[in-house]
């Protein structure tokens, strides 16, 4: 290997983590220190000036391992679903998931057809892009907040687990083999595959992976049981591709199956820990990096009107979408903000399948670099809107003090 590729990944990573930790310390998630890493670094600012930094950005063995990113990031984000949760708030998960997402949807559709001409496969994928919730960060934001165990951050967690689970049949469709579908049979082709597979690894983890665990829970390390987590993980990938559906659904799918199966393991704290450290400390970064490398904001700037829609549609309508079925529900004022303002957040998933979009040909470089500083505005105010309408939530009485993490009478919840 040359010592100049070894330099990039250094690089890549060194950056990262740095501004990862930038701007952990200003309470926003560590992704938005990446993806600006990645701006940063790429062709249209750093590049620009530095020409020795040309062959990082068309080097195959970093971009090879960004796609292996993107596959451990989907593990790690499927050992994060706990059906236990999602079905302890169906309901309300249900009707905020449902709204949640109806509303933005229908908005980005009438906006991107009517202000902006988009139309097919590009104007369906953009108005899902403005209607989802980034699952992993949502979960990383409650969990660094001290509040994802109570019930208002059960509820966003399992409406966003819900949203997710649709966003992935969805894009599985639109994305198919990496061509996209046309006809009505091809759709419906791709629905079947789905479902198929769906089956398949139900079977699979219900008698197969069990078995498997059985035999790892004899062993005295968590690296073999780790090791197995990335081989099932590899399978399911590949026997999502054979279904005609997008690899990383079946690495998603895999971390769903091996949380449900591995929990009762003495090395399964093990497992999470050497994932969770390769695939945020190491892979996961590089691969949002990869995606900052193509936002160009020349044509950012270039398709200003279309980003202020966009980012007005992802922030109102999915705020707006949330706080509707939560005060239906009976939820206080304050705390439907407050969930709603965590519910407009995008980042990680909308990110993965922009970058697969892009790299398909569905969009192009003017609406991906779109989509990415729309992305990175949204996560960067959904933990500060959320903070604020907790806290009056919980001192004007709306939620009950257990609710929180300890403190004392007078110190309000989440450190503001």
């Not at 049979?185 to 059985?214: D, H, I, K, W």
């Not at 393991?265 to 996961?284: C, D, H, K, M």
């Not at 490398?293 to 202020?308: A, N, T």
Request: aromatic residues 10%; negative net charge.
């Amino acid at each position: 290997m040359e010592l100049s590729i070894l330099v990039y990944v250094l690089l890549i990573i060194a950056v990262a983590r740095m501004l990862g930790e930038v701007v952990s310390r200003m309470n926003e998630p560590p992704i938005l220190g990446e993806l600006l890493g990645g701006i940063l670094l790429g062709p249209f600012v750093l590049g620009a000036v530095v020409p020795w930094l040309d062959g990082m950005y068309t080097e195959k063995f970093i971009t090879d391992l960004a796609d292996l990113g993107i596959m451990f990031f989907m593990l790690y984000v499927g050992m994060e679903f706990s059906s236990q949760t999602m079905f302890a708030h169906m309901r309300r998960g249900v009707a905020l998931a449902a709204v949640g997402v109806g509303v933005p949807l229908t908005l980005g559709l009438v906006v991107g057809r009517a202000a902006f001409g988009l139309e097919g496969t590009t104007l369906l994928f953009v108005s899902l892009a403005v209607s989802v919730t980034a699952l992993p960060v949502t979960i990383r934001i409650l969990k660094d907040m001290g509040v994802l165990r109570t019930k208002t951050g059960s509820v966003i967690v399992s409406a966003s687990l819900i949203t997710d689970l649709g966003l992935l049949f969805a894009m599985g469709v639109i994305l198919g083999d990496g061509d996209g579908y046309s006809g009505y049979g091809e759709v419906a082709l791709v629905a079947v595959g789905f479902v198929v597979f769906f089956a398949a690894t139900f079977l699979v983890g219900r008698y197969l992976v069990p078995r498997v665990y059985s035999l790892l829970a004899r062993m005295q390390t968590g690296e073999a049981a780790f090791a197995v987590a990335v081989i099932i993980a590899i399978c399911f990938a590949v026997l999502a591709e054979q279904m005609g559906l997008p690899s990383f659904i079946g690495a998603f799918v895999a971390g769903m199956l091996l949380r449900e199966t591995g929990k009762g393991l003495r090395t399964w704290a093990r497992v999470e820990g050497i994932l969770s450290g390769v695939t945020l400390g190491f892979l996961a970064p590089i691969f949002f990096v990869l995606i900052g490398f193509s936002v160009d904001f020349g044509e950012v700037w270039g398709s200003i009107w279309l980003l202020v829609a966009l980012t007005v549609v992802a922030l109102f309508a999915k705020t707006v979408g949330s706080y509707i079925p939560m005060r239906l529900s009976g939820s206080g004022r304050n705390e439907s903000f407050a969930i709603g303002s965590m519910m407009m957040g995008k980042g990680a998933m909308e990110l993965v399948f922009a970058q697969l979009a892009f790299e398909s040909g569905m969009i192009g470089r003017d609406l991906f670099s779109v989509l990415v500083v729309m992305a990175f505005i949204s996560t960067m105010l959904a933990p500060i809107g959320f903070r604020y309408f907790y806290n009056k939530a919980v001192m004007n009485g709306e939620i009950s003090g257990d609710e929180g993490p300890s403190r004392a009478p007078d110190e309000p919840l989440l450190g503001i």
